[in-house]
């Protein structure tokens, strides 16, 4: 049997030679990091979990029409992809400020933004992902200005279309990241959506309570980031009873209790 070539290994996933090419085997692991990887930590199952609302977030993506690198899921951590060149653009869009823009701006965290607004960061880690305009995108060649239309297009598709998702099942999305890569067919190229879509890179509010249900709980060493992310997976309904059948059991009771910080019922 020969092992299979790894390409790369970046702080949350793997990514391995697909099966046939043009094709990639991305796998999502438990590792978390913040702070362009300062603080350094696992989440139990958060690759599973991550895996699954992925598949599900850009599968509903194609059906209206958005072209992404999702081609199917192969197992629990595993999902095939199209091979992309990925654009060195971190394309962040906000709802409600949060995070790096209060700092930045004095926002106070919650405030609705006047209209929804899509900020680019330059792909280095070395540089911590520097905050860029689309001058710097055009002046050093990163992405072309026909592909920066179709890229934002995109993203405020996907923000339309997940902040209604999320409002569906009381979530209210205040902001996210996004990677494109461009797909080559001969001479000509495009861009599509890649990367993944999950409570790592999302920020996930509940809209009743406001609890935090995303990475933020890591970052701000909140507790119940477990919890959390199966949260937002068992509202998209993505948690079956099946699970705990393939090794990974999820307790629902227990994580929602914690949530609250209430504590767990005794057995
Ligand atoms: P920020 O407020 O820290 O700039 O983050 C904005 C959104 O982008 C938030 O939902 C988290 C996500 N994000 C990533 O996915 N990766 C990153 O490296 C950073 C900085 C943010
Ligand atoms: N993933 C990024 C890092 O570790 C930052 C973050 O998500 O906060 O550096």
Redesign the pocket.
């Known amino acids: 049997m020969s092992r299979r070539r790894q390409i790369y290994e970046g702080?949350?996933k793997i990514l391995y030679e697909g099966p046939e090419p043009g094709t990639i085997i991305q796998y999502f692991k438990d590792d978390a990091?913040?702070?362009?990887?300062?603080?350094r930590g696992t989440i139990n199952g958060k690759g599973v979990i991550n895996n699954r609302i992925s598949e599900y977030v850009f599968t509903r993506l194609s059906h209206i029409g958005i072209p992404t690198h999702f081609i199917r899921r192969l197992n629990m951590r595993e999902q095939l992809v199209r091979q992309v060149e990925i654009v060195p653009i971190e394309v962040v869009v906000r709802n409600v400020a949060a995070g790096s823009i209060c700092k930045r701006l004095g926002l106070e965290e919650g405030e609705p933004l006047p209209h929804t607004l899509i900020e680019y960061c330059y792909k280095d880690?070395a540089l911590g992902?520097p905050l860029i305009a689309e001058e710097h995108i055009a002046c050093f060649g990163w992405a072309s200005n026909e592909e920066m239309q179709d890229i934002a297009s995109m993203a405020i598709r996907v923000n339309d279309f997940l902040s209604g998702m999320f409002a569906a099942i009381n979530i209210r999305l205040i902001d996210f990241k996004l990677e494109f890569g461009r797909l080559y067919d001969g001479d000509y190229s495009r861009v599509i959506l890649a990367d993944e879509i999950s409570p790592?890179?999302c920020r996930l509010w509940d809209m009743t309570t406001n609890e935090k249900l995303d990475?933020d709980r890591f970052?701000r060493d909140l507790g119940g980031e477990e919890e959390a992310y199966q949260e937002v997976a068992r509202r998209l309904g993505l948690l079956q009873n099946d699970e705990s059948a393939q090794g990974e059991v999820f307790d629902l009771s227990s994580h929602r209790s914690k949530l609250r910080g209430t504590p767990k019922p005794k057995k």
Request: charged letters at 45%.
């Open positions: 702080k949350a990091t913040a702070f362009n990887a300062q603080k880690d992902d790592d890179g990475k970052r």
